[in-house]
């Protein structure tokens, strides 16, 4: 039984108010297996990338436990591009490019050996391959999660809704929950949300932490404070890497388990922004991480004598 | 040994996306002494009003053990009056209309039965008035909160820095702290403000909860995720009120207790917000309190066993 995950595995040039990147790897799939594989092993992975795209960068993945098997790679195309520009708020950009390249006829092709998924993790993608992903697995994952973006709901409405009725977890930032439920509060919009078919939602709300919405139930995760954001690219892809890492190890989706996860996967994201790209990715050890999640704990903990 | 709440006592008229109330009730020490008094008595208030203000809220909250010898009833004149109008987003607002009346001429006196306090509660208000109470107190308090508003940053700096090199506890909202520091990251904020004289200084975020700092040490208290805002006005107030109500029952001014503090206030926040004005605080049990804060604590709490 293993991870499947979803999603692009692209190049990224990014502009931030503390500098600038070359053209570097990104893609959501990218991102979601380098925080994955922290956690749970093999994570295989589906995506399409070009000729240019290293094979070191496979290579490293592949060393980390990460199956490329469904990675299709088209040699004499070039892989998937995107350049944005970062607002002082490190939480609104620009799109200064958006190449497709390779990702315009993408046909995701699921091997079979990616059969046993129990854990599948759609990464931020056009619906419709997402949707093709969802049917071509013959046994109903364990657990599917989603995660969409604002350009979709503009776009791709329609497929988008049918992916959502078919998911278990729906990941989105809180803007975007605004703008798919047509609620201004979050606590209306999740209810909205959960009528679509999700039994979860998690609305991210960047540096202010996520919610997580299950029934009436509501947990509330904190984003670490932090002195210098360097570059928020990948942040919320590493969250779901976190997040479903942790699910999948423990194979737990109950509702105390997901709190534990969302934690997870705020942990990993903390680390992602500080740094360019993947760079903070590439370099944490198990220590790293046990280190952050203890003061995600410090963080919010408190102990509490009622009056009466 | 008392609590002494510092502030005004005033008119409100207020618009938002759901309605309009008339000139209702309100003021900073209103609303801190409606929200302390759950959890400490005396509150010792000083003020000033006009003879316009209702002698039946006085003999309601006296009735609450809210002593009223340091407010003065001015009554040929009229009491503090402020309009303004909420955005959408509740958390911005405009001021339509501001007239201090009493509070042009406002000298505090310290009354011999107020030189016990213990702890000092300096709400929102003109700095030089906050500073001449400090001054008038004989014995310095065991905790000093000073709570303030951008408004002070332009007109009134020096003097506001001054109050605030002699305080414990600083609290602002997440611009305010900001505009005070001069620096975008919170935490780099936070400890700008420290350097300042505080020991602790607590950054309001709205919907997005609070932040405590002191020294290297953080904590993350969140607001209860709420279906409607109906109206915030107040909100901080009364934050302010169960912060520091708390930490005058329980007399523990430590870092843990602290963290409590900022629970019990932001559990007296959420109810503010529900009813225009004062009126949610005036209608609250002890159960409704401590359902709350149970709430709160349900919220936040998680269990993660490490990975490696």
Known sequence: MSLVVVGTMAFDAIETPFGKSDKIVGGAATYIAWSASNFTRPVKQLSVVGGDFPKEELSILEARGVSMEGVQIKENEKSFFWSGRYHLDMNTRDTL???????????????????????????????????????????????????????????????????????DVLLVNDSEARQLSGQYSLVAAAKTILEMGPKYVIIKKGEHGALLFNGDQVFFAPALPLEMVFDPTGAGDTFAGGFIGHLARTKDISFENMKAAIIVGSAMASFCVEKFGTNRLRELTKVDIDNRIQQFKDLTKFEIELSS
């Open 97 to 167: 490019d958006t190449q497709l390249n390779v990702l315009a006829n993408f046909t995701p092709v699921v091997p079979d050996s990616y059969q046993d998924c129990e854990f599948l993790m759609l990464g931020n993608l056009v619906p419709a391959i997402q949707l093709s992903v969802i049917n071509q697995i013959k046994n109903r994952p364990k657990l599917v999660v989603l995660d969409t973006m604002n350009f979709w709901m503009e776009s791709a409405l329609s497929d988008l809704e049918e992916v959502i009725s078919k998911i």
